[in-house]
């Protein structure tokens, strides 16, 4: 947000043409939905869908003491990074708390680049630059992000690039291509639960690979289904389910603490974690009926407190009533029986293990 007005990325002028409904998020006039946030959450998962994700921070970190850097700064390793590779990785403070959840791609050895959460650019570009000694570049309005998600996303890509993406696997990218005639870094990743690549172009060309995509049978989507997908599968929302208080061992996240043989701002605290237990796990939940729960309800296992929920929503593809809370490690178990109350009202549910949604190749796997 600048001078109290909102950001706006350089697709703005085409959401308006496409009718979608606007809204504000972390300091930008983002699209919420465009057809509706169901459409479009079926759109991705049997097809393909098109998200204007451009309102990410984006820092470039170049120089030889790079990766050093970014070692002591992230808790999972950058060190097994190779050229081409991207990491998901909290960067957590002195006491183990998140600072952000980062997607981290390395171009080389001296340069890296930092993908964030739209809400913590000032803090992530604070945080870079008073405990990193390179360079660090805030990239946000240079670079323009979107991501291509849903089993069909190869198939409309790969008209416009000339690459074959075919053999890319998940977390790699190709650092120098171009989409639809236009520079671009293409990478397999996402936050949907589907296939999918993340294509980062130049900010002032976004438009004309926006629109390749959108005739390529790409339906454009919206912050909407971004949450109702991401929810299902299983995928954390900083500010709502992760912040600077909670840690990532208690946030399921453990799978990105590499703490062996390694030194970074908040392993002593993590250390101690490991060691002495979490005070409360993240756990799914599946409440029955209808009811959606909000952050901030509290659940109860036997009329006591034993939790509160942080992120809750229909589950349009799974049809259940879905949420995520932390709760007290003795009723975190997985088929633990609680209650959440929605509105003075108790509501059953069952604490379930994640992801709700799991797409059919990685059942398979």
Same mark, same amino acid.
């Not at 952000?100 to 080389?108: G, I, N, W």
């Not at 849903?150 to 790969?158: H, K, M, T």
């Not at 049809?319 to 003795?330: D, I, K, T, V």
């Given at each position: 947000m600048r001078d109290g007005r909102l950001a706006r990325t350089p697709l703005y002028a085409h959401h308006l043409r496409l009718e979608a409904r606007m809204m504000a998020f972390a300091g930008w006039e983002m699209p919420l939905q465009y057809q509706g946030i169901l459409a479009e959450h079926r759109a991705v998962r049997t097809s393909c869908g098109v998200f204007d994700i451009s309102h990410l921070s984006e820092f470039w970190v170049r /120089?030889?003491? $790079?990766? +050093?850097?970014?070692? &002591?700064?992230?808790?999972?390793?950058? %060190?097994?990074?190779?050229? #081409?590779?991207? @990491?998901y990785t909290p960067m957590c403070n002195e006491a183990g708390g998140m600072v952000?959840?980062?997607?981290?791609? &390395?171009?080389?050895e001296d340069r890296f680049l930092v993908v964030g959460n739209a809400a913590r650019r000032e803090a992530d570009l604070a945080w870079l630059r008073t405990h990193a000694a390179s360079e660090v570049v805030d990239a946000t309005e240079e670079l323009a992000l979107l991501a291509v998600q849903?089993? $069909?996303? *190869?198939?409309?890509? %790969?008209p416009l690039v000339k690459v074959d993406l075919s053999g890319l696997p998940r977390h790699r990218f190709v650092p120098e291509t171009a989409v639809a005639g236009v520079p671009a870094t293409v990478s397999r990743t996402g936050y949907t639960g589907e296939d999918g690549f993340e294509v980062f172009c130049p900010w002032d060309r976004a438009a004309p690979v926006w629109e390749a995509l959108r005739r390529a049978g790409a339906v454009p989507c919206g912050l909407g289904a971004r949450d109702t997908l991401r929810l299902e599968a299983g995928y954390l929302l900083y500010g709502q389910d992760v912040?600077?208080?909670?840690?990532? @061992?208690?946030? #399921? @996240? #453990?799978?990105?603490?590499?703490?062996?043989?390694? &030194?970074?701002? #908040?392993?002593? $605290?993590? &250390? +101690?974690?490991?060691?002495? /237990?979490?005070?409360r796990r993240l756990r799914g939940l599946v409440l029955e009926g209808h009811t959606i729960a909000r952050r901030g309800c509290p659940i109860l296992r036997d009329g006591a407190p034993a939790g509160a929920v942080t992120s809750g929503t229909w589950g349009p593809w799974v +049809?259940?009533? @879905? $949420?995520? /809370?932390?709760?007290?490690? *003795?009723h975190a178990e997985p088929g633990t029986p609680v209650t959440v109350k929605v509105r003075d009202r108790p509501v059953p549910a069952e604490v379930v293990a994640l992801p709700f949604y799991r797409r059919a190749a990685q059942r398979a796997q």
């Open positions: /120089g030889p003491r $790079a990766l +050093e850097d970014l070692d &002591r700064l992230l808790a999972n390793d950058p %060190r097994r990074l190779v050229d #081409g590779q991207a @990491l952000d959840d980062l997607l981290v791609l &390395r171009f080389s849903g089993p $069909a996303s *190869e198939a409309v890509l %790969r912040d600077e208080h909670t840690t990532p @061992l208690e946030a #399921g @996240l #453990g799978w990105t603490v590499k703490l062996q043989d390694r &030194r970074f701002i #908040g392993s002593e $605290a993590l &250390r +101690e974690q490991v060691r002495t /237990g979490v005070r +049809e259940r009533s @879905l $949420a995520l /809370g932390y709760l007290l490690p *003795e």
